[in-house]
């Protein structure tokens, strides 16, 4: 039963000040206290709140909701073990963003309030500070499993930026038009970018943006997993269809800096890994003319990795390929030809910020011109789809097709508007330049369109 402990102060410049100290049975049979009480009754009825809270399984200890938040988030990290890249993030979050307001304060003094008004006006990109405000809930939440907490008071609440808060609202503004400055590129500057790329590098680009690939996993692609044939049955036959596909075990190039259970840095690791989900496992149909390319690619690339960097089939990191992409969708200035340099040509500018990632959305965007129905957008680019939908809509052959035909007709009337006939000249994607003397065993590829395409790649 619950009691209370006299204390009287010894400190110097005290007097003599009478305190009481809370005294009551623990779970564990030992005894509990919590000092601080200004008179007898307030604490022994703390104490027999304990006891009943202990007694009903709701007790927490009132020594771990003290916890500082920094301490825990380390016990946090140190038991999850979610993918390389997520760790990385998440540790960037933590020492950038959020310990440095939080890592003091007790896991019980965290609201609402307080947590939005610092997100409101802390000067991070807004995507940061939505994603360090999720990952404090997250870790909140772990605190409550853990039997830290009894409630996560960030659980389920959204931020909104105060109308007096001229700061955070001139920031929020600027992030959503950045947002608005991202749009799909159109197809002839797809190809225009492709074109200027170079066959082996170009080939990347045109896979992107017709099949909607991850960066990683685009550079992770092995060429055992290009040109696989999906087989369905469809009225008295069976349907192919040329795919590629997202390896299960090693279908991801990630990079990221890796840390051990700590928080320590040990490095960047470049490496391949398994795709992000379930869902990203996957068949990418491929429309024709993506497959002729692809064939012909394959036929003069010697190395494993699709579209690796260079002819030691090593992998791309991203910095070095935005160097690569970068002045083909910017711009460049023309550089004379001297002793040591081939000399460049000039560039006008297509897309100004063009990415991968921009091509991977163009890809969305584009099935939704030509309305490829929800099933089949979401099982090709490899998302969850929300909803009872999920469970009762499949693709469906008739979907497949129209979706290839839609993209091949995209294809098309980028090379019609450009009133080109091929890409490239010719085609020798082991190393190529428009200066390169090639040899004459070099093929010429004309891209065909239309029924001709579709009846080529089923020939073949």
């Known amino acids: 039963m619950a009691y209370a402990e006299k204390r009287v102060s010894t400190a110097k410049g005290s007097k003599g000040k009478v305190s009481w100290r809370a005294r ?15 008179t007898k009754k307030l604490a022994v009825a703390w104490g027999e709140e304990q006891e009943a809270a202990i007694r009903a399984g709701r007790w927490i200890d009132p020594d771990l909701m003290r916890k500082a938040f920094g301490e825990f988030a380390r016990e946090f990290m140190k ?12 540790w960037r979050m933590l020492e950038s963003v959020i310990l440095p307001k939080w890592e003091h304060t007790p896991l019980i003094a965290f609201n609402w309030f307080d947590v939005e008004a610092w997100a409101n006006s802390h000067p991070a990109h807004e995507t940061e500070v939505d994603h360090s405000v999720s990952l404090m809930s997250t870790i909140l939440t772990a605190a409550v499993d853990r039997k830290h907490l009894l409630v996560n008071p960030l659980y389920g609440r959204r931020r909104s930026v105060s109308t007096g808060n001229t700061a955070a609202k001139a920031k929020k503004s600027a992030s959503v038009a950045k947002q608005k400055e991202k749009r799909a590129a159109t197809p002839e500057i797809v190809l225009q970018v492709a074109e200027r790329l170079g066959p082996a590098r170009g080939i990347h680009v045109l896979a992107t943006a017709f099949s909607g690939l991850r960066w990683g996993e685009g550079c992770g692609l092995h060429r055992d997993n290009v040109l696989l044939f999906r087989e369905e049955r469809y009225g008295a036959g069976v349907w192919r269809c040329p795919v590629i596909r997202i390896d299960p075990d090693v279908g991801e190039l990630a990079e990221y800096e890796e840390r051990d259970e700590d928080g320590n840095k040990l490095g960047t690791f470049l490496g391949l890994e398994p795709p992000k989900n379930d869902y990203s496992v996957r068949d990418i149909d ?17 190395w494993p990795y699709v579209f690796s960097p260079d002819s030691k089939g090593t992998f791309w990191r991203r910095s070095n390929w935005s160097k690569v992409m970068r002045p083909a969708v910017n711009g460049r200035v023309a550089e004379k030809r001297r002793q040591g340099t081939a000399g460049k040509e000039a560039w006008a500018p297509l897309m100004p910020g063009l990415s991968m990632d921009i091509l991977r959305h163009t890809h969305d965007s ?4 030509i309305g490829v129905r929800p099933a ?3 099982e090709q680019a490899g998302h969850k789809r929300p909803g009872i939908k999920a469970v009762y809509q499949h ?3 008739p979907m497949r097709v129209e979706r290839l035909e839609g993209l091949q007709e995209i294809f098309e009337r980028g090379m019609r508007t450009l009133g080109w006939e091929s890409l490239w000249g010719r085609v020798n994607l082991l190393k190529w330049t428009p200066a390169d003397d090639l040899p004459n065993t070099a093929q010429m590829i004309t891209l065909p369109v239309g029924r001709r395409a579709r009846q080529q790649v089923r020939a073949g």
């Open 24 to 38: 009551y049975m623990r779970p564990d049979g030992t005894l509990g206290s919590e000092p601080g009480f200004a």
């Open 286 to 302: 491929v429309p024709p003319f993506l497959a002729i390319l692809l064939r012909h690619h394959l036929a003069d690339w010697p």
């Open 376 to 378: 089949l957008a979401y």
């Open 366 to 369: 584009w099935q939704d011109e």
């Open 395 to 397: 693709p469906t052959v």
């Open 79 to 90: 038991a999850r073990n979610p993918r390389g890249n997520t760790v990385s993030t998440r």
